[in-house]
């Protein structure tokens, strides 16, 4: 009967070691240190505010084939999928930008942030953020990016909308994900945006910015005649003319960076075209 309980304290010792590894492994790493309460202004005084949520800002050391975040999948945009993304949007509507932080970096391995971020999901955790503004009272829409974590959003976003009284606010969603399309995540981010107007979402891959505006136009934040687009270096221009990017039509563009789903190419374009793909973690 001793030997039974000693085994058995010995089990149960042993399991709570192995949390405690895993907790600290997991969920202390180095803080993240020089993160700004402050907005960075865009080139027109609006009432709109850009905010995003990207792996690539909060992993320490330089991206690489260990930590596996993403670069930009989008045309002209560098930085990671999602900045790249955030950086369509300021272009078209002149919005103040700002990126969130974690209080700590995940882990630089994927595995490492995968464990984390599957956690904090599952137990719908709210992570310590490093900064955050004060208020966003100057703001009447916000849009909100993030990569698609676990089939979700990551909990960061929780944590910083439910900072805020978001009500009459308009929140526009938007995602950056390989294959998950941003309907699998809308259902938290109207949750934690308790009392915005929570407007459809978009995911931003492998884009550029004309399909960005026409979303924006298809919602009602754009129209043609008040819309900036980028130029092929990445800075802003007035644009009022449509995209002749008629994929579906065959009309095929100089430089096809992407084969949109659902693309057939012409037949005498056939094994001339590549698929690419991208980690949009």
């Given at each position: 009967m001793?030997?039974r309980k000693?085994i058995?304290?010995?089990v149960i010792?042993?399991?709570?070691?192995?949390?405690?590894?895993?907790?600290?492994?997991?969920f202390?790493?180095?803080?993240?240190?020089?993160?700004?309460?402050?907005?960075i202004k865009?080139?027109?005084?609006?009432?709109?505010?850009?905010v995003y949520f990207?792996?690539?800002?909060?992993?320490?050391?330089d991206?690489d084939?260990?930590?596996?975040a993403?670069?930009?999948?989008?045309?002209g945009?560098?930085?990671?999928?999602?900045?790249g993304?955030?950086?369509?949007i300021?272009s078209?509507?002149?919005?103040?930008?700002?990126?969130?932080?974690?209080?700590?970096y995940?882990r630089r391995?994927?595995?490492?942030?995968?464990?984390?971020?599957?956690?904090?999901?599952?137990?719908?955790?709210?992570?310590?953020?490093?900064a955050?503004?004060d208020?966003l009272?100057?703001y009447?829409?916000?849009?909100?990016?993030?990569?698609?974590?676990w089939?979700n959003?990551?909990?960061?976003?929780g944590?910083f909308?439910?900072?805020?009284?978001?009500?009459?606010?308009?929140?526009?969603?938007f995602?950056?994900?390989?294959d998950n399309?941003?309907?699998?995540?809308m259902?938290y981010?109207?949750?934690v945006?308790s009392?915005?107007?929570?407007?459809?979402?978009?995911?931003i891959?492998?884009?550029?910015v004309d399909?960005v505006k026409?979303?924006?136009?298809?919602?009602?934040?754009?129209?043609e005649?008040?819309?900036?687009?980028?130029?092929?270096?990445?800075?802003?221009?007035?644009?009022t003319?449509?995209?002749?990017?008629?994929?579906?039509?065959?009309i095929v563009?100089d430089?096809?960076?992407?084969?949109p789903?659902g693309?057939e190419?012409?037949?005498?374009?056939?094994?001339?075209?590549q698929?690419?793909?991208?980690?949009?973690?």
């Open positions: 001793k030997t000693k058995t304290i010995g010792v042993a399991f709570l070691a192995v949390v405690m590894v895993g907790y600290i492994y997991l202390t790493g180095t803080k993240i240190k020089n993160v700004s309460n402050d907005v865009g080139d027109e005084e609006t009432k709109f505010l850009v990207t792996r690539q800002g909060v992993i320490p050391g991206v084939a260990v930590s596996s993403t670069q930009s999948s989008n045309k945009m560098e930085g990671s999928d999602t900045e993304a955030a950086r369509m300021q078209l509507t002149g919005a103040d930008m700002y990126q969130i932080y974690t209080a700590h995940y391995s994927f595995v490492g942030t995968a464990a984390t971020a599957w956690i904090e999901e599952q137990l719908n955790l709210r992570p310590e953020l490093a955050k503004p208020n009272d100057d009447d829409t916000i849009y909100v990016g993030y990569p698609i974590w089939f959003v990551p909990m960061a976003i944590s909308l439910e900072s805020y009284d978001l009500s009459g606010k308009t929140i526009i969603p995602c950056t994900s390989q399309d941003i309907s699998i995540s259902d981010i109207k949750a945006a009392g915005a107007n929570v407007l459809d979402g978009y995911r891959h492998a884009a550029d399909d026409e979303w924006l136009q298809r919602i009602g934040v754009l129209n005649n008040n819309t900036k687009d980028l130029n092929a270096e990445g800075n802003s221009k007035m644009e003319e449509n995209s002749d990017k008629r994929y579906g039509s065959g563009p430089e096809l960076e992407y084969i789903d693309y190419a012409p037949a005498d374009q056939q094994g001339n075209l698929k690419i793909t991208y980690n949009t973690w």
